[in-house]
């Protein structure tokens, strides 16, 4: 069982900036990963995706804001958000994105607000 725990999330204005890590208790260097949100009343969605080789993908909606990397060495997963809009307002966690998911962790509160 791999434990995940996420960070860095916050306020921030329409258009800002945040960085998200997720630390993993033990190797995750052969799984892909993913982001997921859930946002109030929604349904957790996967809005990003990462390879154990790097290859990444992207939900449309944050398609060339957001950018998912790794470090293995670090066993973290990181997620680059940009030009945030008021939609991307959730709690960010990461998981396994191609295998049975482990626990989910607390997530982190993004907020998208003037």
């Known amino acids: 069982q791999v434990h995940l725990v996420e960070s860095g999330g916050g306020l921030v204005q329409p258009g800002g900036s945040l960085r998200l890590s997720c630390a993993a208790s033990?190797?995750?260097?052969?799984?892909?990963m993913g982001w997921y949100r859930q946002a109030p009343g929604n349904q957790r969605e996967l809005v990003a995706t990462?390879?154990?080789?790097?290859?990444?993908a992207y939900a449309d909606s944050v398609q060339g804001r957001f950018t998912i990397s790794r470090d293995n060495a670090k066993n973290t997963v990181y997620l680059q958000m940009t030009r945030l809009k008021f939609e991307d307002t959730a709690v960010y966690s990461c998981n396994a994105a191609t295998r049975a998911p482990w626990s989910w962790g607390q997530g982190t509160q993004v907020t998208v607000s003037s």
């Open positions: 033990g190797s995750i260097s052969i799984y892909a």
């Open positions: 990462i390879t154990n080789t790097g290859r990444t």
